[in-house]
C-alpha cells in the first residue's frame, strides 16, 4: 500500500543517512517530493549535484539527461542513481548525436568554420534537455548549455562568439527566447537536412541568427491561445504564467514566462486572492495551489496534463533503490562515459560561468 511504501522509504532513508541525497524535480509527484532532499528546476539540480561532496550516491528522482547531467557535475567516486530507467524526455529523444553531427557537417559545409580567435560562423547550444552527448558537441566544437532558467544569458554568451547560434532540441524555448531578444521570424528558420530534399538554402542559413532544431516538449506543446482567452473570459483579471517551452503565440499571450523555478517564485509573490492560470505540467501546478491556499490555481489544460516520464517514477522504485543501496548494492547507476563526461562538463562549466 502506499503507506507502507512511505514506511519503507523513510526507514531506508533513515538508515542511509547523509550517505545518500535525493533529488526531486518540481514535476516529481508529491509521494516522492516529500522524501526528497532538495527539490529544484533542472538548472538547482545541477548546482545540487556539485554541492554534496559527502554524499556516496545521489538518487535522482527525474528524468534520465538530468540524471546523466549529475553524474558529469558529482565527484567521480559518487554514484547516480535514476530508480527508473525508463524515465526519459521525449524531447531529448528528439535529437541523436549522429543527427546532430550531420547537421553540423552540413552547416560548416556552408557557413565555414571561421578563422582562430575571430567571431565563428554558428556557436551550438543545446538546452539542458538533451543527451549527454550532445552536450559534450557542443563542448567540443565551442559551444554552451542552457536550461530554461537561463537561455537569454547564455545566448548573449554565444552572440559575443559567433554570428549564429544553433539551438537544440526545443525549437520554442530557442524562439521565445531569441524572439525576447529581438531576432526576427525570418532569423530563426528551422533545420531541415540535405539542400537536395528541401533542405536550407545557404541564403537562408547566412541571414539566419538561431537556426532551431525541430524539437518539442509533447506536454508544452499542448497549451494554446485559445485556453487562454477562455480562462480571461471566465476570470477576469486573471494572470497566466507558462513555461517558455510552450509555442510563441502561447507565450506572446501569456502575462509571464519562465523556468519552473520562475513560475514557483511568482506564485510565492503573488498578492493574496490572485487567480492564476499556469501553463505547465500538472504535479507542479497541483503542489503550488497547495501551498497557497489563499490564491485560485489552476492548470491552462482542462484535461489533465502530467508529464509521462516524470511519472514513472513511482515511490516503489524509490523504496526498491533505498533497499538496494543499504544493502549494499547500486542499482540503475547512471555512468556516463569519461571522454563524453569531460567534454559536456566544459558546456556546462561554461553555462554555470555565463550565469549573471
Ligand atoms: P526546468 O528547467 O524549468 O526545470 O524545466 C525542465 C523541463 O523538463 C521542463 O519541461
Ligand atoms: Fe521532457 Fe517535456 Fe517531460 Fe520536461 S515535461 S521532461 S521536456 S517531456
Known amino acids: 500500500s502506499d503507506a ?14 547523509d550517505r545518500v541525497q535525493i533529488l526531486g524535480h518540481f514535476y516529481q509527484r508529491d509521494e516522492i517530493v516529500q522524501h526528497a532532499d532538495f527539490v529544484g528546476d533542472s538548472f538547482m539540480l545541477a548546482q545540487a549535484a556539485k554541492e554534496h561532496p559527502e554524499a556516496e550516491a545521489f538518487v535522482f528522482c527525474g528524468v534520465h539527461f538530468m540524471a546523466e547531467t549529475a553524474d558529469i557535475l558529482s565527484g567521480p567516486d559518487q554514484a547516480v542513481i535514476l530508480p527508473n530507467l525508463a524515465a526519459g524526455c521525449s524531447m531529448a529523444d528528439m535529437a541523436t548525436i549522429d543527427q546532430v553531427e550531420e547537421c553540423w557537417k552540413q552547416l560548416t559545409a556552408t557557413l565555414g568554420t ?76 528551422l533545420w531541415r537536412p540535405h539542400l537536395a530534399l528541401g533542405g536550407n538554402t545557404a541564403a537562408e542559413l547566412e541571414a539566419a541568427r538561431v537556426i532551431l532544431w525541430n524539437g518539442f516538449c509533447s506536454v508544452h506543446k499542448r497549451f494554446t491561445v485559445a485556453q ?27 502575462d509571464g514566462a519562465g523556468s519552473t523555478e520562475y513560475i514557483r517564485k511568482e506564485i510565492e509573490a503573488a498578492a493574496p486572492g490572485s487567480v492564476i492560470a499556469i501553463g505547465t ?66 558546456a556546462l562549466e561554461r553555462m554555470l560561468a555565463a550565469r549573471p
Not at 580567435?117 to 542552457?146: D, E, H, W
Open 114 to 189: 571561421g578563422a582562430p580567435g575571430g567571431l565563428q560562423p554558428v556557436i551550438p547550444v543545446t538546452y539542458m534537455n538533451s543527451s549527454a552527448a550532445i552536450k559534450a558537441f557542443c563542448g567540443r566544437n565551442g559551444g554552451i548549455v542552457c536550461t530554461s532558467s537561463n537561455a537569454r544569458t547564455v545566448l548573449e554568451w554565444a552572440f559575443e562568439r559567433g554570428q549564429r547560434v544553433v539551438f537544440f532540441p526545443d525549437q520554442h524555448l530557442g524562439r521565445n527566447t531569441a524572439k525576447a531578444m529581438g531576432i526576427t521570424e525570418e532569423e530563426m528558420p
Open 281 to 346: 505540467e500538472i504535479n507542479l501546478v497541483n503542489r503550488l495551489q497547495q501551498q497557497r491556499p489563499d490564491l485560485t490555481i489552476f492548470c491552462l489544460d482542462p484535461v489533465v496534463c502530467p508529464c509521462s516520464t516524470m511519472y514513472r517514477i513511482h515511490p516503489a522504485y524509490l523504496a526498491w533503490t533505498l533497499e538496494a543501496l543499504l544493502a549494499g548494492e547500486t542499482p540503475n547507476q547512471i555512468s556516463v562515459s569519461a571522454e563524453v563526461a569531460d567534454d559536456s562538463r566544459v
Open 4 to 17: 507502507e511504501l512511505t514506511e519503507r522509504i523513510m526507514a531506508a532513508k533513515a538508515a542511509l543517512g
Open 228 to 254: 487562454i482567452e477562455q480562462a480571461r473570459a471566465d476570470f477576469p483579471g486573471l494572470t497566466v504564467i507558462v513555461h517558455p517551452e510552450c509555442p510563441a503565440a502561447v507565450v506572446d499571450a501569456a
